[in-house]
């Protein structure tokens, strides 16, 4: 979840890839607000599917993530976006010919509702597994109440894990082997993922990096989350080292990506590094503001 002044945003990817599907079909109207809180309309805005590769598709929002991997054996999904996508992402599936009961695992990068929002809709509607590690799995169970920061102002159908996953460990659908990588700090199960697909013959190393953003947090003598400090400056050091051609994340304006426009959808590409070094830089300036309150 990302600041309240803004509604939660952070974003999506980062070398030069044009999409390989689009449609011209007229602009939908943004999904309904789901009544629980509003959020722009960017982040309800559907948008056609796009081929990031030959087994990667963007079917998310013009503005939330959902990334779709395909394979003869099955798909996978990860995240979904706000808890009213899950239609949206259904319809997007069957249009790059993934039915629902093809789909074989559903990912999160962290259990806030603009993520997990859809997930236990899914997991009805396509039987698919969730997998998770821990700290995600007890969000999901709780559907995000009792927050470490929002307590409970943001919550989502709860939903239950059937795989809990050890750092780096790999979940594989077909022949595509994604890596979940822990990075702890946004949230305390948040998890960035990474795979190798290939493009015009040539192998790209995706990375779906999970926000790094600390909205509001209380990063000084946090009760709930003593050791926030070091859990940021560790995962900064872990995305910054991760395999990266290409930079997704869960927000899709933080990376210099803009999905809707296909004529140019990546106007301002950012590396794993870049990304890391700006909310790190940012992450410092409101630790110093609030050590200097403290005292």
């Known amino acids: 979840m ?3 002044a803004t509604r939660l945003s952070v974003a999506l990817l980062s070398i030069s890839i044009l999409p390989c599907f689009a449609s011209d079909a007229p602009r939908e109207k943004p999904l309904p607000q789901s009544g629980a809180y509003e959020v722009p309309d960017a982040w309800r805005q559907p948008i ?7 087994h990667t598709w963007y079917i998310g929002t013009e503005s939330i993530s959902a990334v779709l991997i395909v394979t003869p054996e099955g798909a996978l999904l990860i995240d979904g976006g706000m808890p009213q996508a899950a239609d949206m992402l259904l319809s997007n599936m069957r249009t790059v010919g993934v039915a629902p009961n093809q789909l074989r695992w559903l990912l999160v990068s962290h259990a806030h509702a603009d993520h997990a929002g859809p997930v236990a809709a899914l997991k009805r509607a396509t039987g698919a597994r969730i997998a998770a590690n821990a700290e995600s799995a007890a969000m999901l169970a709780k559907g995000g109440t009792d927050d470490i920061h929002f307590g409970d102002g943001i919550t989502f159908p709860p939903a239950q894990v059937d795989r809990y996953l050890q750092d780096e460990e790999v979940v ?7 890596t979940g990588h822990f990075t702890p700090g946004h949230t305390p199960g ?3 993922w990474t795979w190798t697909d290939t493009k015009n013959g040539k192998p790209v190393r995706f990375a779906y990096a999970d926000s790094l953003s600390a909205p ?5 003598e946090n009760a709930r989350f003593p050791r926030i400090v070091e859990t940021y400056k560790h995962t900064f050091e872990i995305v910054r080292g991760l395999p990266c051609d290409v930079l997704l994340t869960p927000h899709a304006d933080g990376s210099g990506w803009t999905p809707a426009d296909v004529a140019n959808p990546h106007p301002k590409p950012i590396t794993c590094r870049q990304y890391a070094d700006d909310f790190e830089a940012k992450f410092d300036v409101e630790l110093a503001k609030q050590k200097q309150a403290a005292q």
């Open 172 to 178: 594989e659908v077909g022949a595509m082997r994604l």
């Open 216 to 220: 509001g947090y209380k990063l000084i």
């Open 190 to 192: 948040s998890t960035s």
């Open 48 to 54: 056609a599917p796009l081929q990031l590769a030959d």
């Open 2 to 4: 990302h600041s309240r």
